[in-house]
């Protein structure tokens, strides 16, 4: 079992930052593809980002060249750094977890890939 708790989120004003954190708990942290997805009022899950274990980077379109998603093995903590962000990038901001490996990207931006998940922090951006 993995608890993942994300911390950072907050109220920004448009074109500004914040950097979201994932703490994970477990001693094999290296080897989980982390992920970020975010929920809006009345909307789905979406993805945003997902990191591999080795590496591998693969972002929303939405959030590419303003989104960078990195990792602290040694720390088992997952980073979301936010820059640029506008108010359409208002939703709770969840971390996930997954063990399982596959050979397509477009696996790692559904939901049911990843087998943990935080409880969320909220994101806000004014206009």
């Known amino acids: 079992q993995v608890q993942l708790v994300e911390s950072g989120g907050g109220l920004v004003q448009a074109g500004g930052s914040l950097r979201l954190s994932c703490a994970a708990s477990?001693?094999?942290?290296?080897?989980?593809?982390m992920a970020w997805f975010r929920q809006a009022p009345g909307k789905e899950r979406e993805f945003v980002v997902a990191?591999?274990?080795?590496?591998?980077?693969y972002y929303a379109d939405s959030v590419k060249g303003r989104f960078t998603i990195s990792r602290d093995n040694a720390k088992n903590t997952v980073y979301l750094q936010m820059n640029s962000l506008k108010p359409e990038d208002t939703a709770v901001y969840y971390c996930?977890?997954?063990?399982?490996?596959?050979?397509?990207?477009?696996?790692?931006?559904?939901?049911?890939?990843?087998?943990?998940w935080g409880q969320g922090t909220q994101v806000t951006v004014s206009s």
């Open positions: 990191i591999r274990s080795g590496g591998n980077t």
């Open positions: 477990g001693r094999t942290f290296s080897s989980y593809n």
């Open positions: 996930a977890a997954g063990v399982q490996v596959y050979a397509t990207t477009y696996v790692y931006t559904r939901t049911a890939t990843y087998d943990f």
